[in-house]
């Protein structure tokens, strides 16, 4: 079976310094690879995501994520945080359910991101 | 295009009784996804429906019912409650279904069991 580990159940991180949150899959199938945001009170939200193409992706508010399938690995980067990235980050990975035809979309057990000011 | 809505956003009901939570999805997206969030578990897939269909089930007892209507509306059923149930009930709907569609979420309803 499929699974995802997100290694840090909490990162506290200074404003203005770099973060990386972790996550590693297990699939011995293609695999599509998402990180969602949960804000408090909230649904998940997009932050981007690998398909196929190039292993580095970004999102529109600066975080960067690498695909590295050797290490089945989909890190999620950020040079320089902010008060306002202070959130709840999912790692998800989606493939075809066993005889195909839609997707099984299995997520970690998520990573509390604390910006300290 | 309106988001995925979900309502109510918050249920306080009593061990026994019957809850019954609506998700309408972003319109033109077919494909309804259920999700059971708690702290100690993260996100637990309940099931998948797709034209009216379902097309996948997570391992939760039959307690845990739902349907999708024509109109891809779709109502998650939990019966005879349990302390356990407390839980934020999350909603995703996406375009196709498929293992390259991301999914789009609703804000969730908040499930209390006492």
């Known amino acids: 079976a499929q699974s995802v580990t997100q290694l840090d159940s909490q990162v506290p991180v200074f404003e203005e310094a770099p973060v990386e949150l972790r996550c590693n899959y297990s699939?011995?199938?293609?695999?599509?690879l998402f990180w969602y945001v949960q804000y408090p009170n909230q649904g998940l939200q997009l932050l981007l995501k690998?398909?196929?193409?190039?292993?580095l992706v970004e999102s529109i508010n600066g975080f960067e994520a690498e695909f590295n399938k050797s290490q089945t690995s989909f890190h999620l980067r950020k040079p320089s945080v902010h008060i306002s990235d202070t959130a709840e980050y999912f790692c998800?990975?989606?493939?075809?359910?066993?005889?195909?035809?839609?997707?099984?979309?299995?997520f970690g057990i998520g990573t509390k991101l604390q910006v300290i000011p | 295009k309106a988001g995925v809505t979900q309502t109510p956003r918050y249920l306080i009901k009593t061990r026994g009784q019957q809850v019954t939570l609506s998700c309408s999805p972003i319109?033109?997206?077919?494909?309804v996804s259920w999700y059971q969030q708690t702290p100690g578990q993260g996100l637990q897939f309940l099931f998948e429906?797709?034209?009216?269909?379902?097309?996948n089930k997570g391992n939760f007892p039959g307690r845990f019912s739902g349907r999708q209507f024509s109109n891809s509306r779709s109502e998650m059923n939990v019966s005879t409650l349990e302390l356990g149930d407390s839980a934020l009930y999350l909603c995703?709907?996406?375009?196709?279904?498929?293992?390259?569609?991301?999914?789009?979420f609703g804000n969730g309803t908040r499930l209390t069991v006492t």
């Open positions: 995703a709907s996406s375009q196709t279904g498929q293992f390259n569609s991301p999914l789009h």
């Open positions: 699939s011995s199938v293609s695999v599509y």
């Open positions: 690998y398909l196929s193409g190039s292993t």
């Open positions: 998800a990975v989606s493939d075809q359910a066993p005889g195909g035809g839609y997707q099984k979309v299995t």
């Open positions: 319109s033109g997206h077919r494909s």
């Open positions: 429906y797709f034209s009216e269909t379902q097309r």
